[in-house]
């Protein structure tokens, strides 16, 4: 240091153009030349005002001033470089904060959301990442520290710019392994949310199962397998009943039922049968200001019963190929006949027994105006047409006679879309309205 100092001391003098003294060997003197600002010192300088010749210890002497200034000045450009860089690192750390901010408030606000199931993102790539910066951090560092040791030629390191960069390194792996330690708390923060997530979840799920299970049972807990009834409560195109049963080929049948409704105009339908080729083989409907209708083979012939008042009926249609004979029978009573309904056209097999629709297609494509409203139970159909006496004693509950073609049994029936079955004796239930 004694010497750095001297060394400019020595360069002031020259440059100023003053003249200064050296206690050297006794009778010697130096002359001491104007050097211009910027010149390359590494050069000779001519010397005009020379006095004597340049000794061998001016000679040293002056070239150990010249290295020690451009020591000097290589130094200077490194700390600037450096400070720069610091710089450079407190921006970037800086910049890395308020990401950090502005991330964790954005995630806050998402958390408080109901999402119903959508989850915050993993913050594993935001670790990944800040290990990786952290990393690239140090790297910088180190070559700095290394170019610092190679630029000074082996000199010593300034151990002041040492100490703040360790400090600067130090205090970026003490916020960082803050931030790893926060995110590692919120990612286990997620999981424990999601945790109960799935729990409230399956609970749910198992909760709606036993229910269905309960009402399963509740279903196969009729007195009998024929004491249910078939709710369709609204006038829409996906409440319906369906029979799992199809019919053979026939060339006579009788269907009957009991039916509850009281909606206008009109009933609906209480059944249809759709074969392919033909949606309308069987049906029984009831539209708009229309009275009531049955269609064979898309025939129509029009039946003289009144069924919407509210009430349980008992109904039955009887038919024979032969001719097309038909009989309307309400509670009992036969209320009507005709005949050349579809005449010699045998029912078609293989088709679809829709409860509550009137059929577009086979099984389908239904119409909300057309649709039954109310309660239908004990809906049973044979492949001939039975005797007035059997209908009246069904509807005197007097005797009951299932269907030899479709039985009315619970498992012989399917509800969709939100129609119900429920128990139901019949007979005590008709007294109750009466």
């Not at 020595?10 to 003197?29: D, E, L, M, T």
């Not at 609906?268 to 074969?275: N, W």
Request: charged share 25%.
């Amino acid at each position: 240091m004694r010497v750095l100092f001297v060394a400019l001391l020595f360069v002031y003098a020259s440059g100023s153009g003053k003249v200064a003294g050296a206690s050297g060997a006794k009778g010697n003197r130096f002359v001491c030349t104007a050097v211009p600002a910027g010149t390359d010192l590494s050069c000779p300088v001519e010397a005009t005002n020379r006095v004597q010749s340049t000794s061998p210890q001016e000679e040293e002497l002056r070239n150990t001033i010249i290295q020690l200034r451009e020591t000097i000045l290589q130094q200077k450009e490194t700390i600037v470089s450096q400070q720069g860089t610091i710089k450079e690192l407190n921006s970037k750390l800086a910049r890395c904060e308020a990401e950090a901010k502005t991330r964790g408030s954005a995630r806050r606000k998402d958390y408080s959301k109901n999402t119903m199931g959508d989850l915050p993102r993993d913050p594993t790539e935001s670790v990944e990442q800040l290990g990786k910066t952290m990393q690239s951090l140090k790297d910088r560092l180190e070559n700095l520290e290394q170019q610092l040791r190679t630029n000074t030629s082996g000199g010593a390191f300034p151990s002041e710019l040492r100490d703040l960069l360790k400090r600067r390194l130090s205090d970026l792996e003490s916020q960082l392994l803050t931030r790893v330690a926060e995110l590692e708390e919120e990612k286990s923060q997620l999981y424990n949310e999601t945790t109960a997530h799935r729990q409230r979840t399956e609970n749910t799920l198992n909760s709606l199962l036993e229910r269905i299970t309960e009402l399963e049972k509740s279903n196969n807990a009729f007195k009998s397998p024929e004491d249910f009834k078939v709710s369709l409560p609204l006038r829409t195109n996906y409440l319906y009943g369906r029979i799992k049963k199809s019919l053979p080929e026939m060339y006579a049948f009788t269907v009957c039922m009991w039916l509850k409704s009281s909606a206008s105009p009109g009933i609906g339908t209480p059944f249809s049968y759709g074969v392919p080729g033909q949606a309308n083989e069987i049906v029984l409907i009831e539209w708009g200001n229309s009275p009531m209708e049955l269609l064979v083979n898309d025939k129509v012939a029009q039946l003289p019963l009144s069924v919407s008042d509210g009430r349980w009926h008992h109904i039955c249609i009887t038919w024979t190929t032969r001719d097309g004979f038909w009989e309307a029978y309400q509670d009992g009573e036969r209320l009507g006949t005709g005949e050349n309904l579809a005449p010699w056209h045998p029912i078609k097999p293989g088709g679809v027994i829709i409860l509550g629709q009137e059929q577009d297609i086979v099984g389908g494509r239904f119409d909300a105006t057309q649709a039954f409203v109310g309660e239908l139970s004990h809906f049973n159909m044979w492949d001939r047409v039975l005797r007035p006496i059997d209908i009246s004693a069904m509807a005197n509950c007097s005797a009951y006679m299932p269907g030899n073609v479709v039985p009315w049994v619970d498992g012989n029936v399917e509800v969709f879309g939100g129609a119900t079955k429920a128990a139901l004796e019949i007979c005590e239930d008709r007294l109750f309205d009466s």
